[in-house]
C-alpha cells in the first residue's frame, strides 16, 4: 500500500508530541513507521518551537522528529500563494497551513483547529485535500484508536 501525504498543523504536532495517548501521537508514530509521509512547513514548525513550554516538551523531542525525518519540512509557500488562502478562514493568520498543505501536494490536512481549518468552506475549497482532525482520519482509514 502506498504510504499517504499527510501536512500537519502545529496543532497536531504539539498534541502529538504533548501526549503518547491520542490520535495526534498515533500519526505521529505512523509517519515514524514510514506509514505516512508527514508535511510541515518552516512556518508551521516555527510555530510548534513557540508553544513547546505549553506542553512541557524539550525542544530536543521537536528537533528528533525532524533530524528522524518523521516529519519533512519544507519550504513555506510564498507570500502571493498564501494570500489565494486568506479568505477561506476566519484567521487570515491561517492561511498559510492551507497554502502549505495545498504546496505539498498532500491527500490530507491534519488540524485540530475547528474554529479556523476545520470548517465546510476550508473542506470545499481543498478538495481533493481531505481536511480532518486525527479521530476523523483515524476514522476515515478505519483504523481504531486505542485509548
Do not use: C
Request: aromatic share 6%; proline share 5%.
Amino acid at each position: 500500500m502506498k504510504s499517504l501525504n499527510v501536512f500537519l498543523d502545529a496543532s497536531v504536532i504539539l498534541s502529538g508530541l504533548g501526549s503518547v495517548a491520542g490520535g495526534s501521537h498515533k500519526i505521529l508514530e505512523a509517519g515514524e513507521s514510514k506509514k505516512f509521509n508527514l508535511f510541515a512547513t518552516k512556518l508551521v514548525i516555527g510555530e510548534v518551537e513557540r508553544h513547546l513550554s505549553k506542553v512541557k516538551v524539550p525542544s530536543s523531542e521537536l528537533q528528533r522528529i525532524i533530524e528522524k525525518e518523521i516529519i519533512q519540512v519544507v519550504e513555506t509557500p510564498p507570500l502571493e500563494f498564501i494570500l489565494k488562502f486568506t479568505s477561506l478562514t476566519l484567521d487570515p493568520n491561517d492561511a498559510h497551513v492551507l497554502a502549505g498543505a495545498v504546496m505539498s501536494g498532500s491527500d490530507f490536512l491534519i488540524s485540530l483547529d475547528k474554529k479556523h481549518i476545520l470548517t465546510r468552506k476550508v473542506k470545499r475549497f481543498l478538495g481533493p485535500t481531505k481536511v480532518f482532525s486525527p479521530k476523523q482520519l483515524w476514522k476515515y482509514l478505519g483504523r481504531p484508536r486505542k485509548k
